[in-house]
Every structure is written in C-alpha cells, then in structure tokens.
C-alpha cells in the first residue's frame, strides 16, 4: 500500500504522460486564453465600478450625518397662533412653534369660528407695532396696553430675527415687533419710544 505522498507523486506523473499524449487544438487553446482575458477584463471593469459605488454611498453618509447635522432627525415645526382674553387684556395671543401637526390643527378647532375670524382680522390689520417687552424664565411676553399680550416661547424666540443677541435685550423694555399678513412674527427690534396708554 502507497503513503498519500506516493500515490499524490503518481497522479502528477500520470497526468504529465496523458497531457504529453493529448495536446490540446491550437484553436482551442486560444479561444479558451482569449475568452478569459475578456471575461478578467470585464470583472476588472465592474470591480472598479462597484469600488466607485461604494465610496460614493460612503461619502454620501458621510456627509449627510456630519456635514449637515440635525437635518437628517429634524422634524417639521408648525407654527401655532392660540387666541383667548382675559380680565386684563382685550386680546391674548400665544405664539409657538409645534412638532405635532395634530396639536396645532386641534387647538385651532377648539378656538370658536367666529372669536377666530375677528382674532385674525385683527391680527392682519398691522404689520409694525410697539410693545412692552418683558422676559420670563421659559417665554418672552410683549404687550401693548391693555389691547393685547403676545407670549412667544423660548422655540420660536429662537427663530425670529432679533436685531441683537436675546441676552442684550434689557428684562422690560420698548420694542417694536413685525408680523406678516398671517399674524405670524418675524422680527423684533428696540423701539425709539414707548407707548402713551389711556388709563383706566
């Protein structure tokens, strides 16, 4: 009996013998070289293109979570108008910003048609108004005499266009504040003069 290593010498050698023996076709021989030297080509071609592939679905997620962070997570925010009175104010509006669509669209039903009609005909009738600013620890509230009250919240504070930085802005001051034809705010600005109140 043979050990592995002598019967593998044996099949070597008896391959030899029948490959000297049957010769391939020169014809053959080289459709079969030439076929794959094609085919190394053409998964060269589609390696590199899956190469390409990659690095660009690479550098896409790369740059969509650093190069612009919190616009893949942010959430659209609804702007919402709430309107009420009170014994002090003819007219109190709170302005905030709002994750939840559903929030803004139920607080809006719950707003009687007709106080929401004269609210937003009334909000529409100015653009530029002064008011008393005053600071709280989570909104700011602006009012103007005994007319209105606005609070806009910390969110929205955020997003408007302040004429300096929201710290410079003294605790109570005159300001004067712009709204679009919505009622929606857009800036705020110190005002050069206060307001004459009627008193009560």
Not at 22 to 46: F, G, N, Q, Y
Not at 72 to 95: C, D, G, K
Not at 153 to 177: M, R, Y
Request: glycine share 4%; aromatic share 8%; with cysteine.
């Amino acid at each position: 009996m043979s050990t592995p290593e002598q019967f593998d010498a044996d099949l070597r050698q008896q391959f030899q013998q029948d490959k000297a023996m049957h010769l391939m076709p020169e014809a053959l021989r080289r459709d079969i070289l030439h076929k794959a030297s094609r085919k190394a080509r053409t998964s060269t071609v589609v390696t590199w293109r899956n190469i390409q592939l990659a690095l660009c679905c690479t550098l896409l997620v790369v740059f969509s979570t650093v190069l612009l962070p919190g616009r893949q997570t942010a959430l659209p925010q609804y702007y919402q108008i709430t309107y009420s009175s009170n014994s002090q104010y003819r007219e109190v509006q709170q302005h905030s910003v709002t994750q939840d669509a559903q929030m803004a669209v139920s607080q809006l039903q719950q707003i009687g048609q007709r106080e929401y009609m004269t609210s937003a005909q009334r909000t529409m009738a100015f653009h530029q108004q002064i008011g008393l600013l005053r600071q709280q620890q989570q909104q700011w509230e602006i009012s103007v005499c005994d007319e209105l009250l606005l609070t806009i919240d910390k969110a929205l504070l955020a997003q408007l266009h302040l004429s300096q930085q929201p710290e410079q802005f003294a605790a109570q001051q005159w300001v004067e504040f712009i709204s679009d034809q919505q009622g929606q705010l857009i800036a705020i600005r110190p005002a050069t003069g206060g307001l004459q109140c009627p008193k009560a």
